[in-house]
T-cell receptor
Framework: EAGVTQFPSHSVIEKGQTVTLRCDPI?????LYWYRRVMGKEIKFLLH????????ESGMPNNRFLAERTGGTYSTLKVQPAELEDSGVYFC????????????FGPGTRLTVL | GDSVTQMEGPVTLSEEAFLTINCTYT??????LFWYVQYPGEGLQLLLK?????DKGSNKGFEATYRKETTSFHLEKGSVQVSDSAVYFC?????????????FGTGTKLQVIP
């Protein structure tokens, strides 16, 4: 089966611009997660969807970040307006609802805000 | 809250050397413990896991034992190969953050030279 895919792999934008990251989970996975790794620090949880509903968004840093998962399939994470401290690698992961709770991660999107 | 502390990198070893990457954690309850690996240009992959005290996770020659008394989950491999060069992340779930949120350490970059 295809793994978690993310687009784009890299994005370079200027401060104040808008960027939208996309994640396609593994087919049939109801759970979708976003994480972020900033400047070589730990990978931090941002939020968790169950199908199209936000289950936990406690890790979202501020209201410049908006995540959606319309239809319960792919998800987007929009940053508007982007700030310098938003630079980092954004990972998406997905998992099944039943059975193993193993999260399968995508390759990440490297965001650079200049 | 939950936290994971792992040794700073980078770690540079010669091929066939013994590897240890230290990891300690702070969490309430009985978390599951993981080691993830990120090879260059790829996403995070689950390397091994342990779900209860004294369990040993193993995969691809790597091992880690869940030590509740020392709150540790050190990663070891008896003889590293060049292909093991990657970033290794220690992680947990099932503490105060629940099983749907993975808490990661900062990552340790391993470089194996021939």
């Amino acid at each position: 089966e295809a793994g978690v895919t993310q687009f784009p792999s890299h994005s370079v934008i200027e401060k104040g611009q808008t960027v939208t990251l996309r994640c396609d989970p593994i087919s049939g996975h109801d759970n979708l997660y976003w994480y972020r790794r900033v400047m070589g620090k730990e990978i931090k949880f941002l939020l968790h969807f169950v199908k199209e509903s936000k289950q936990d968004e406690s890790g979202m840093p501020n209201n410049r970040f908006l995540a959606e998962r319309t239809g319960g399939t792919y998800s987007t994470l929009k940053v508007q307006p982007a700030e310098l401290e938003d630079s980092g690698v954004y990972f998406c992961a997905s998992s099944r609802t039943s059975g193993s709770n193993e999260q399968f991660f995508g390759p990440g999107t490297r965001l650079t805000v200049l | 809250g939950d936290s994971v502390t792992q040794m700073e990198g980078p770690v540079t070893l010669s091929e066939e050397a013994f590897l240890t990457i230290n990891c300690t954690y702070t969490a309430t309850g009985y978390p599951s413990l993981f080691w993830y690996v990120q090879y260059p240009g790829e996403g995070l992959q689950l390397l091994l896991k342990a779900t209860k005290a004294d369990d040993k996770g193993s995969n691809k020659g790597f091992e880690a034992t869940y030590r509740k008394e020392t709150t540790s989950f050190h990663l070891e491999k008896g003889s590293v190969q060049v292909s093991d060069s990657a970033v290794y992340f220690c992680a947990l779930s099932g503490g105060s953050g629940g099983y749907q949120k993975v808490t990661f350490g900062t990552g340790t970059k391993l470089q194996v030279i021939p």
